[in-house]
């Protein structure tokens, strides 16, 4: 049976998600939020993408970390990381060193805190004066 008279609501049109093109960012990633409300809904969402080589603020030092800052390749988000402090390498001469007072084995960094067997003479003739130690004549 058909109602005379009667009609059918037009089915409203399905709901499309208008976005931003401007990026919204965390320290994370970057997406374009959407501009119709539904907060929810992001479009294009991704981690930052780094390049491979970042520029330099401050070096490392054997004394101190460096810093370095990237900018994401795609919204150009800005971070800096620390470059961690270099490790101090040196070698011991094999030969003694020696002053009026003491003797020792010299670092190469040229750092008076790295020399080894640092260590006060031992005197052994009374004539002139011998460290038996270090075999030198002072």
């Known amino acids: 049976m058909v109602m005379a008279g009667c009609s059918q609501p037009e089915p409203e049109p399905p709901h499309v998600h208008t976005f931003s093109n401007d990026w919204t960012l965390d320290d994370t990633a970057h997406w374009h939020a ?65 002053d009026s007072t003491k003797h020792w084995h010299t670092a190469s960094c040229g750092r008076e805190e790295h020399n080894e067997d640092v260590a006060e003479h031992i005197w052994n003739h009374e004539d002139y004066q011998y460290d038996s130690v270090s075999g030198k004549n002072i």
Do not use: M
């Not at 401050?58 to 800096?80: I, K, P, Q, R």
């Open 34 to 98: 959407a501009t119709c409300g539904h907060s929810e809904e992001v479009k294009g969402e991704e981690l930052h993408k780094f390049p491979e080589n970042w520029t330099i603020i401050t070096s490392a030092t054997e004394d101190s970390d460096g810093l370095e800052e990237g900018f994401c390749d795609v919204c150009n988000y800005h971070t800096t990381r620390v470059i961690p402090q270099l490790n101090h390498n040196h070698d011991i001469a094999k030969a003694w060193t020696a």
